[in-house]
């Protein structure tokens, strides 16, 4: 009897718990322990069955070690799917390794979320044997969508002739992505006219790349291209460019064009670049213009540099040169350096020791093996970066030793700001060391 009563109360109080409150709950457990505790009540299964956010993640497969079984696993999310009532706003899918891809129901699963006012969604591809797979053309329904991943291995097809854009979308995510006609990216983000962030890394089937996105803030870019134009970018303030691999067939002028009008056509607030664009970069003479300012730019960084390679050391100089207002500056080495073609002569400096940095602050460089032309560099950045504060180092080879060499280096060279220290990155968790300079 005592504990019939203890049962009723037990399932009054759940059953009292207000809906908002059970819906906070819910969408923050495991999805398989959120269906678990439909049993509480009816108000918990009624939740349960009208959750906005479904998240079937790595664990859902069994990614603390138990063994999965694919069938079983993807008609549990059709069934979850094909019961549920109300919409849903967040749909993630984890697609494990060793998938069974004729017993998956996506095109199944993207339709219903197409009906169902689905407003991010995100599916994760770790199977790749099996070569790229077709991504369902009702995503093109979605037309609620403000949030778009897709990663690793997805054909993305030609959108539907009636197809007039996701007025929403605002995140754009594409990684690992083909394209089955080369305009379909233009076409597609030329029909995303409320675009904030864009995100494209390690796509195939689209050698010329062309940004048009009036409200773009962010973008992330890392591939391989022929060229890359800009036409309409005016709200951009952060850019990553990346590029693979240096193919004969790229346009340098439409290239050298594009980055030239980030200077004149955005506020520019953040921008990176890889060493294999700089020494593009280099090659097509970007810098030989000295009406190219970015003077918005606070941050730039610039990674993965061979400043053995004398077109890329000078254009190292002259980037910073065209960024006078920058408060922070990241450098990163390569780690293979090929052997200087020409040497780093002290001509470089002679006619730029008379530009000055008035705003640069902190300055990160990774990677540094004592080389001259890399003590050159901070030799010149010293001289030039009259208010510097912070200046964070870290060697390209683990040791003691190397680490003593580079600061000693490092300390001997002449500043133009008193105020200037010296940090050690010895490790990415571990403590910086100071060393006044």
């Not at 998938?99 to 689905?118: E, P």
């Not at 790349?209 to 890359?228: C, E, H, M, N, Y």
């Amino acid at each position: 009897m005592a504990c019939s009563k203890s049962f009723h109360r037990s399932e009054d109080f759940f059953s009292n718990v207000l809906d908002i409150v059970c819906d906070k709950i819910l969408k923050h457990l495991p999805i398989w322990i959120a269906a678990q505790a439909s049993v509480l009540s009816k108000r918990w299964r009624s939740a349960w069955l009208s959750l906005k956010k479904l998240n079937f993640d790595a664990y859902f497969w069994g990614a603390d070690g138990r063994d999965y079984d694919w069938p079983k696993c993807s008609s549990i999310i059709s069934s979850i799917l094909f019961h549920h009532n109300g919409p849903v706003h967040d749909f993630q899918l984890y697609i494990p390794t060793s998938t069974n891809w004729d017993g998956m129901n996506l095109s199944q699963w993207i339709c219903f979320l197409s009906k169902n006012g689905v407003r991010k969604i995100v599916i994760t591809n770790c199977y790749r044997d099996i070569g790229f797979v077709d991504i369902s053309p009702y995503i093109f329904r979605c037309s609620e969508l403000v949030y778009l991943e897709l990663i690793n291995g997805f054909y993305l097809n030609s959108r539907p002739t009636d197809f007039s854009g996701f007025p929403k979308l605002k995140h754009l995510l594409l990684v690992d992505i083909m394209f089955r006609n080369k305009n379909n990216f233009s076409t597609l983000i030329g029909s995303c006219k409320m675009l904030v962030t864009l995100k494209l890394v390690g796509w195939s089937g689209m050698d010329h790349v062309v940004i048009d996105a009036p409200r773009l803030q962010t973008l992330i870019l890392k591939g391989d291209f022929q060229s890359l134009a800009f036409r309409n970018v005016r709200s951009l303030e952060s850019i990553s460019l990346h590029m693979y691999t240096w193919k004969q067939k790229l346009v340098f002028a439409k290239t050298v064009n594009a980055v030239n009008l980030l200077a004149s056509s955005c506020q520019l607030r953040s921008m990176e670049f890889n060493g294999q664009l700089c020494k593009f970069l280099a090659g097509g003479g970007i810098m030989n213009s000295t009406s190219v300012t970015f003077k918005h730019l606070d941050k730039l960084c610039l990674s993965n540099l061979n400043l053995n390679d004398f077109g890329v050391f000078d254009y190292l100089l002259s980037m910073i040169k065209c960024c006078p207002y920058i408060k922070t500056l990241d450098i990163s080495v390569s780690k293979n350096q090929m052997n200087p073609g020409e040497n780093v002569d002290q001509h470089v400096f002679d006619f730029k020791y008379n530009y000055k940095l008035d705003h640069l602050r902190d300055v990160t460089i990774e990677g540094l093996m004592g080389s001259t032309a890399e003590l050159k560099f901070v030799e010149y950045l010293f001289a030039i970066s009259v208010v510097l504060e912070n200046v964070f180092f870290k060697s390209g080879e683990p040791g003691v030793e190397t680490e003593l060499k580079i600061s000693r280096a490092l300390m001997a060279l002449p500043r133009a700001s008193p105020k200037a220290r010296l940090f050690s990155k010895r490790n990415r968790f571990g403590a910086n060391n100071h060393m006044s300079l």
